[in-house]
């Protein structure tokens, strides 16, 4: 039997720069509309984000240059690596960052190798 999804969000106040409208629309793909499909479709997150990011990369390799693909997997990479080092070394809110040592990281930080895809 079929089911259909319907699944809506909203964009709040989009910014009048371009520049400043796509980044609104990132955060609201990742922070409304990937959780909503994961949970609507009844998958796993990471999983979902995962093979966005493959697919994406394919339609990468077919519609950008050599250089371009490349210079955007060194983008890629240059973001995991600060993302790890925010979820590592968190901003405190003095603008200082904590020891390591001193921030409880979630269960799921155990949960995810840096082999894991």
Not at 41 to 62: N, S
Request: with cysteine; proline share 5%.
């Amino acid at each position: 039997m079929a089911r259909d999804c319907k699944i809506e969000f909203l964009i709040q106040n989009p910014p009048d720069d371009p520049h400043a409208r796509t980044e609104k629309l990132v955060e609201t793909l990742i922070d409304q509309l990937i959780p909503r499909i994961a949970e609507t479709m009844e998958i796993k997150e990471d999983e979902l984000v995962a093979r966005l990011i493959v697919e994406l990369a394919h339609v990468i390799g077919v519609t950008h240059t050599p250089d371009s693909a490349l210079s955007m997997i060194s983008m890629l990479s240059d973001a995991m690596v600060s993302g790890q080092q925010a979820v590592l070394n968190p901003d405190d809110g003095t603008g200082e960052e904590t020891d390591s040592n001193e921030y409880e990281h979630g269960d799921w930080i155990d949960q995810c190798s840096s082999v894991r895809h």
